[in-house]
């Protein structure tokens, strides 16, 4: 028995290209901006504040600026045109590429995979995360965890930043870690680890309440990734700013 | 309030058919389905259409309105322009018997291959003790009126035939698991969600949560954490290389 | 001509809602080859559309409740009109059912201590109403139908085949049974999807197809209810009992007009919500009959209190059987203070917190959202009364729900007697579920004790497609869409919830006048799903049970339950002793009274004798 024979590939009448366009667009946007950034290889750091841009932390190797290393140097001067950035944007990246929002919004807008609800795709094959390379989403629990490690990190640099005062730039920083940090506990591997992968809630009253914590913010993860990424460029880009003495920093206090 | 509403529906059946114009009179407070039967009682008698309740309680009437799948009996002819043509189209993916009629058997077929509810032996009738908050996930997916609207949408067999095969559709992979979820079942379903029901050819684009007319969250509270189960069991490095390591299996 | 499609079975099980599946799963577990044949798909019946529970005496929110509760509930709700024995069964063995279905998956809402959570519900003495939120149908259905899945998975894994014992026959119409002598031998009918008609062969019928509403107007059923097993049964020989009784329910929506009669659930009420007049009145109150004065509270603040403390108080009336509710919303609107559409208002939202709406109440919340954009968390609703239920059906032997045709067995909405002249709320659910069990094992039983299997005459079979076919052959004839609203408009108008005799004999003559025309009924178009030959077909069984219904009332001179003659008005205890069975006679149908059985004494026994005198003779109580 055959379906029905409807020529076109859609009847859809909205706009439903509107939403992958625009998804699109921005990741392009942000993806040109955030090269740019790495491979610049200066202005992160705002000596006179202690402000560090999250993109370089923690920087590790030996061309960083000694005072932003807040965790030594380990590695050695990288070389060619690598920058600090590349030891943990594997990591950062990771965890966004592998995302669960993430993954929809690019197999829509980038892959037409689908493009929009019943809307054709244009691929003649699909095996979605059956095989290699995507069955390596799977990871994204390790990037869960990798990306934990990473948050602390900027908490830390944020904190160590008002030790000299409080200007515009700390409250960015803040901001930024709080949307980092409400991103990355909104993860759908949080939810699991929390409490999800129980059978019995009742048997773990302490678990079952985060799971409904992070449950709550688990619902919003599509407009935390979107704020958390966003903001983490304005970040950077204040800290360049201020970095390059193109604007000075707000002081409130010193 | 009555107008007279534009109308292309699909008549046809496997042989071919094609879209057809009428125009009907549309009253306020109608659905879609009204508008159908009104054909059917004035135009074309023998029109095809599923339908039950009409009142969105059986997912009967599933077909596809301006392209997006819904209900028939739950869309209200106030969400359109009165001056627009509305499209009627019968689901896509299942094949076709008669004008808005589809062959939905590929889902009982599914539905079979889901292993049942394992209770504990040692339990009898009347002894069941479950508290509310570990039923809810599963009744969540209990909500599911089967109106299939979800494995329709789905793009992993709407535009891959040849995945029905291996891919039992969101809703059957909810099924897994409500079942996994279940506070008494005793069965291990997280290796059969990925080798017998194809849980990896869903990419997690949420089509199938969008078109639910229940409004489950199927992607975020069944696919995905079945995805972090099987995730726990087959991709965690660690069990691996001790499976790996000991010979376990 | 082409071949004609046949199969054969032990059991045919025609219906697949509540009654039929479990009917179903009961004769397969004694090892027959079972079908089940339904007119929609597998897991759409009726049964679905149930909202508020199933009751049964588990007494798990209050242990105070025990099957002789739960049984003078039921019969003070039938008006003592109920096949005694039935309800026995019923209050007995409901617990054990709805236990049953938790070990095949069922997941109802829990109480505290993790048992099943039971709610009140209109008429029952204690919360006692099994529910899952407010679709406890859909629950009851997937819970069968995943059964039936896990025992075609046991049958599989013996033989290779899933439908080795048990076969889901979907999408089919059975139009005609078949006999062998005085004996069931099968049934025919037609595949709607292709219209190839098909004949089953099989010893035991267990019909289990639910009800009549799609005779009437203002209904809240759906199009399966065309009263197929009662005419089926009407047409094999069998008789129906209690046809006059028709539930009215309360509160059907009544705008828009496309789903005027859709179901406001009574939980509504249960958990709450009040009634209303357009001065905003809560006239319920003046509308507590004399028998139910000591059970229902008479003031405002004793009905709200009875929410929280049911000990020490009186329920409130908008909880009174659903006959009492219907009535008095009736004449709330016929005297002018109805809401805008023709209705009352209904509310909840100055009852509880919109948050706590929403999750006792999700699909009402729902429903009124999506198809009156009415938002019952701030705004009232508008209800009216709905045809809902018939009391009526087969008149079946209570032990093993066999009819008085040998191999004919009958469960569900579609027999009669278990709910006397009114049901309470949540008794269909525990009646399918009791009494589909019943009959499936009766039917086994039965089948088991044949000699021979009956034999089907060719004849029957060429009768059957003549009659199937009959509407293609006819050109220019009536249109069965006119016919049917005329119909409905009809029984709607003249045999509704407030009945008169004239009414009813002009009735009469419009269906007669219905018949004739029926006769000439034409269809356009070919056999392949094809809706309007399909609802001419239906439209030959409508009209045999609207005319045993209209017959029905117009005999019973009194008001009872779910018939109210306003020529009548009264409740009569002689009334009481005597039931109307309706039988066919030449091309129609004849009505005749027949002796109620005499309640056994130990269950009279459970009655104050006060409450006795007001229902039964003189004579009986002596
Ligand atoms: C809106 C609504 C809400 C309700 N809420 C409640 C409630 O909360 N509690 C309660 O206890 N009761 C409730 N009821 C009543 C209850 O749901 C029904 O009485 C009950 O479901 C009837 O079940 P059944 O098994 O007899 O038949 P159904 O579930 O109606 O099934 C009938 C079956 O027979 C099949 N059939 C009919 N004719 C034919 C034919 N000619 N050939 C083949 N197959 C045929 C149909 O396809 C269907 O499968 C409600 C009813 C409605 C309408
Ligand atoms: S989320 Fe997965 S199952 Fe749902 S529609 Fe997308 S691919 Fe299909
Ligand atoms: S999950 Fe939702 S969309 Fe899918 S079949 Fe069930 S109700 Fe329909
Ligand atoms: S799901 Fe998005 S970060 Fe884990
Ligand atoms: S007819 Fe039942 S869902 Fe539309």
Not at chain 3, 149 to 160: A, I, N, P, R, Y
Request: charged share 25%; with cysteine; glycine share 8%.
């Amino acid at each position: 028995m055959a379906r029905a024979q409807i020529a076109a590939r859609t009847l859809r009448t909205d706009r439903w290209w509107l939403p992958p366009l625009t998804t699109f667009a921005g990741l392009l946007l942000i993806s040109i901006y955030a090269a740019f950034r790495t491979f610049q290889g200066d202005f992160y750091w705002v000596d006179q504040y202690h402000y560090l841009t999250p993109m370089y932390s923690p920087c590790l190797s030996e061309e960083c600026v000694p005072a932003a290393s807040h965790f030594g140097q380990p590695l050695p001067a990288l070389p060619g045109f690598l920058t600090p950035p590349v030891v943990i944007i594997p990591f950062l990246l990771g965890f966004r590429i592998t995302c669960y929002y993430y993954r929809k919004a690019y197999y829509r807008a980038a892959w037409a995979s689908p493009p929009a609800c019943a809307v054709a795709e244009p691929h003649a094959k699909y095996t979605g995360e059956t095989r290699f390379p995507l069955i390596a989403q799977n990871l994204h629990r390790y990037f869960f965890y990798a990306a934990s490690i990473l948050l602390c990190v900027n908490i830390y640099d944020t904190v160590l930043a008002f030790g000299t005062g409080l200007g515009l730039g700390n409250l960015i920083l803040l901001v930024n870690v709080s949307l980092l940090a409400a991103y990355t506990l909104s993860c759908h591997s949080c939810r699991h680890i929390a409490g999800g992968r129980l059978k019995h809630f009742s048997k773990h009253p302490v678990r079952y309440w985060m799971w409904t914590q992070v449950s709550k913010l688990n619902n919003r993860h599509m407009q935390l990734a979107w704020a958390s990424l966003i903001f983490v460029c304005l970040t950077d880009l204040y800290v360049a700013l201020v970095a390059s003495e193109t604007i000075s920093d707000l002081r409130f206090i010193n | 309030m009555s107008y007279q509403g534009k109308f292309r529906v699909w008549r046809g059946d496997d042989s071919g058919g094609g879209l057809e114009d009428f125009t009907v009179e549309v009253n306020e407070g109608e659905v879609v389905l009204d508008i159908i039967h009104r054909l059917q009682a004035t135009q074309a008698p023998d029109l095809a259409v599923r339908w039950n309740c009409k009142a969105g309680k059986c997912g009967s009437c599933s077909a596809e309105v301006n392209g997006r799948p819904r209900l028939l009996c739950m869309t209200r002819m106030s969400i359109f322009e009165e001056a627009e043509t509305i499209t009627v189209t019968p689901m896509r993916t299942f094949p076709i018997i008669r004008d808005l009629v589809t062959d939905v058997s590929f889902n009982y077929t599914k539905a079979r291959e889901v292993p049942s509810f394992q209770p504990p032996k040692d339990l009898a009738p009347g002894e069941y003790r479950m508290q509310q908050v570990d039923v809810e996930r599963s009744q969540e997916f209990r909500k599911c009126i089967e109106c299939f609207l979800c494995q329709n949408t789905c793009h992993v067999v709407r535009d891959h035939e040849e995945n029905k095969e291996a891919f039992s559709g969101p809703r059957f992979l909810m099924r897994v698991a409500e079942l996994e979820m279940h506070p008494l079942d005793t069965a291990d379903r997280v290796d059969q969600a990925q080798d017998d029901h194809g849980l990896g050819y869903c990419n997690i684009t949420k089509c199938c949560s969008e078109v639910c007319p229940e409004h489950i969250h199927i992607t975020d509270n069944a696919l995905i954490p079945m995805k972090e189960r099987v995730a726990d069991r087959k991709y965690d490095p660690i069990v691996w290389l001790g499976n790996k390591l000991f010979r376990r299996s | 001509m082409p071949e004609l499609e046949r199969h054969s079975f032990d059991v045919l099980v025609i219906g697949a809602g509540g009654a039929g599946l479990r009917a179903a799963i009961e004769a397969r577990e004694h090892g027959l080859r079972t079908a089940v044949l339904c007119k929609s798909l597998f897991g759409k019946a009726h049964t679905v559309m149930a909202e508020g529970g199933i009751a049964a005496a588990m007494g798990n929110v209050n242990s105070s409740d025990s099957w002789q509760v739960h049984f003078r509930d039921t019969m003070r709700g039938g008006k003592f009109l109920n096949n005694w024995r039935m309800a026995e069964l019923h209050a007995q063995e409901a617990p054990q059912r709805v236990w049953e279905l938790e070990t095949y998956g069922a997941l109802f809402d829990r109480t505290k201590d993790g048992r099943i959570s039971q709610r009140n519900f209109g008429g029952h003495e204690y919360p006692r109403l099994a529910h899952v939120g407010d679709r406890t149908g859909l629950e009851l259905i997937r819970t069968l139908q995943q059964k039936i899945v896990s025992l075609q998975q046991e049958d599989f894994k013996e033989t290779g085949d899933y439908e080795h014992r048990l076969r889901v026959f979907q999408e089919f119409t059975v139009t005609d049974l078949v006999k062998d002598g005085d004996r069931i031998a099968g049934a025919f009918g037609y595949w709607r999807e292709s219209g190839r008609f098909v004949l089953f062969e099989a010893p035991a019928v267990i019909l289990a197809t639910g009800g009549i509403g799609k005779s009437f107007k203002v209904t809240s059923n759906s199009w399966e209810y065309t009263g197929d097993g009662h005419a089926l049964a009407l047409r094999a020989g069998a008789s129906l009992i209690n046809m006059e009784f028709i539930q009215f329910h309360p509160t059907g929506m009544v705008w828009p007009p496309s789903v005027k009669g859709i179901l406001v659930t009574e939980s509504v009420r249960g958990d709450g919500g009040v009634l209303r007049n357009s001065d905003g009145k809560r006239f319920m109150f003046d509308y507590i009959p004399e028998v139910f004065k000591d059970k229902y509270a008479d003031n405002e603040e004793e009905a709200d209190r009875w929410y929280t403390d049911q000990a020490g108080n009186r329920r409130p009336p908008e909880l009174l059987p659903r006959d009492e509710v219907a009535r008095a919303i009736n004449s709330e609107v016929k005297e002018g203070r109805g809401s805008p559409h023709g209705g009352v208002f209904l509310d909840v939202s100055t009852r509880l917190p919109a948050e706590e709406i929403r999750r006792r109440l999700p699909s009402m919340h729902h429903q009124f959202k999506e198809l009156a954009d009415v938002d019952i968390t701030a705004q009232p609703m508008e209800v009216g009364p709905t045809c809902h239920y018939v009391m009526g059906g087969v008149e079946v032997d209570p032990d093993t729900g066999s009819s008085s045709v040998p191999g004919l067995y009958a469960a569900g909405e579609v027999s009669g007697g278990m709910h006397g002249s009114n049901r309470l709320g949540g008794n269909s659910l525990s009646d399918l579920l009791v009494f589909g069990r019943r009959a499936g094992a009766g039917a086994a039983e039965y089948v088991r004790g044949l000699s021979d299997r009956p034999a089907i005459a060719e004849e029957a079979v060429t009768e059957a497609r003549a009659t199937a076919l009959k509407p293609f052959q006819q050109e220019g004839g009536e249109n069965p869409y006119t016919l049917h609203m005329e119909l409905q408009q009809s029984m709607n108008d003249l045999v509704g919830i407030i009945r008169r005799a004239e009414e009813m004999d002009e009735a009469l003559q419009r269906l007669e006048k219905l018949k004739e025309r029926a006769r000439s009924l034409s269809v356009e178009g070919h056999q392949q799903f094809n809706p309007g030959w399909h609802l001419a077909l239906d439209l030959r069984n409508m009209l045999l049970v609207s005319e045993c219904v209209a017959r029905a009332a117009l005999l019973r001179t009194e008001s009872r339950g779910g018939h109210t003659r306003d020529d009548h008005p009264s409740m009569d205890a002689e009334w009481r002793r005597k039931l109307l069975v309706c039988a066919v006679s030449g091309d129609g149908v004849e009505v005749v009274e027949k002796p109620q059985i005499p309640i056994r004494s130990d269950l009279l026994d459970l009655f104050d004798r006060s409450e006795l005198e007001k229902y039964l003779t003189a004579e009986e109580l002596a």
